[in-house]
């Protein structure tokens, strides 16, 4: 019994360890409230080292022969709000995610009408590969963009480009369903650009040698955050296990901080801490006394 057990608790470990991986994304929050595709991809060309702006897609878009909408006439990076402020398709359409990402980094990708399953996931990102998340809002006909960028076990890292949202960490099943700040609608994950490209990335070479250490953990009132480099004015923001941010410190300096538990409940926390640019992440449990 005891050697079942051991064996079982060895494969755990192993199942875990093969979804544990995250890849240093970087945030790009929308700069029109239509833009969640524009924003996606540059954090997606960045990614892979190609440099551009949101204008600078939008207006790509708003030039191409045949584009599905009229984006006006005006250029995007002169006045984005006389057309060139406007929703997009995943894909299947001229100016869409998809070709966006052929044309600036010669990304190939393709769409799939479905949301992922973790273990599909977990092979693009083993290869290095981000994925464009499509969310629907129930019952209407519109939807909004994000980037997934990472799993570990059951959680799903994500990039949401709307005003104040960021970097998140979400479950699985949240990421299928559920009501997300950038609607009051419940959002259900409908389409995906998978990308197929043999592909690598240019920034994650940023964190080489920088890691975040957390000593105790679990813990039950307070703990402390290593970082591998010296922090300035860096960021920390701490998300439940559906995605939400649940207390945030500003400000830190210095090659580590204490981290007051105040009044967080018991539970399995994602950490996230930004500085330049540059994100490190770690897992946090609260347990009780």
């Not at 030039?63 to 002169?78: E, L, Q």
């Not at 019952?139 to 890292?157: A, E, M, Q, R």
């Not at 990308?195 to 703990?223: C, D, H, Q, Y």
């Not at 480099?229 to 860096?234: G, T």
């Given at each position: 019994?005891?050697k079942s057990?051991?064996?079982?608790?060895?494969?755990c470990?192993?199942?875990?360890t093969?979804?544990?991986q995250?890849?240093?994304?970087r945030?790009?929050?929308?700069?029109?409230n239509q833009?969640?595709?524009a924003a996606?991809?540059?954090?997606i060309?960045?990614y892979?080292g190609f440099?551009?702006?949101?204008?600078?897609?939008?207006e790509?878009?708003r030039a191409t022969?045949?584009?599905?909408?009229d984006y006006?006439?005006v250029?995007?990076?002169t006045?984005?709000s006389?057309g060139?402020?406007?929703?997009?398709?995943?894909?299947g359409?001229?100016?869409?995610?998809q070709?966006i990402l052929?044309h600036?980094g010669?990304?190939?990708?393709?769409?799939?009408?479905?949301?992922?399953t973790?273990n599909e996931i977990?092979?693009?990102?083993?290869?290095n590969?981000?994925?464009v998340i499509r969310?629907?809002?129930?019952?209407t006909?519109n939807?909004?963009f994000?980037?997934g960028h990472g799993?570990?076990?059951d959680?799903?890292?994500?990039?949401n480009p709307?005003?104040?949202?960021?970097?998140?960490v979400?479950t699985?099943?949240?990421m299928l369903s559920?009501?997300d700040?950038t609607s009051t609608?419940?959002h259900?994950?409908t389409h995906?650009?998978?990308?197929?490209s043999n592909?690598?990335?240019?920034?994650?070479?940023?964190?080489?040698?920088?890691t975040?250490?957390v000593?105790?953990?679990?813990?039950f009132s307070?703990?402390?955050?290593?970082s591998?480099?010296?922090l300035?004015d860096?960021t920390?923001t701490?998300?439940?296990?559906?995605?939400?941010?649940?207390?945030?410190?500003?400000?830190?300096?210095g090659?580590s901080v204490t981290f007051?538990?105040?009044?967080?409940p018991c539970g399995?926390?994602?950490?996230?801490l930004?500085?330049?640019?540059n994100?490190f992440?770690?897992?946090?449990v609260i347990?009780d006394n």
């Amino acid at each position: 019994m005891k050697k079942s057990l051991l064996f079982s608790a060895i494969l755990c470990c192993l199942l875990f360890t093969s979804r544990a991986q995250v890849l240093n994304v970087r945030n790009n929050e929308q700069e029109y409230n239509q833009w969640c595709w524009a924003a996606c991809s540059k954090t997606i060309l960045e990614y892979y080292g190609f440099d551009t702006t949101q204008c600078g897609i939008a207006e790509w878009v708003r030039a191409t022969p045949k584009t599905w909408h009229d984006y006006g006439s005006v250029n995007c990076c002169t006045d984005a709000s006389q057309g060139c402020n406007y929703w997009n398709y995943s894909w299947g359409e001229p100016g869409s995610i998809q070709e966006i990402l052929v044309h600036f980094g010669n990304l190939q990708n393709t769409g799939v009408s479905a949301a992922l399953t973790e273990n599909e996931i977990t092979a693009d990102i083993q290869k290095n590969r981000l994925f464009v998340i499509r969310w629907g809002w129930v019952g209407t006909v519109n939807g909004h963009f994000i980037v997934g960028h990472g799993i570990k076990g059951d959680s799903i890292y994500f990039m949401n480009p709307w005003f104040g949202e960021g970097l998140h960490v979400g479950t699985y099943s949240f990421m299928l369903s559920g009501i997300d700040k950038t609607s009051t609608y419940t959002h259900e994950w409908t389409h995906t650009n998978r990308i197929t490209s043999n592909v690598s990335a240019v920034s994650e070479r940023s964190n080489e040698g920088t890691t975040l250490s957390v000593n105790p953990n679990p813990f039950f009132s307070e703990t402390t955050l290593q970082s591998g480099r010296i922090l300035k004015d860096a960021t920390l923001t701490v998300y439940n296990s559906c995605g939400q941010a649940a207390k945030q410190i500003k400000h830190i300096s210095g090659q580590s901080v204490t981290f007051h538990r105040d009044n967080l409940p018991c539970g399995i926390y994602f950490i996230r801490l930004e500085q330049d640019n540059n994100s490190f992440s770690a897992k946090l449990v609260i347990k009780d006394n």
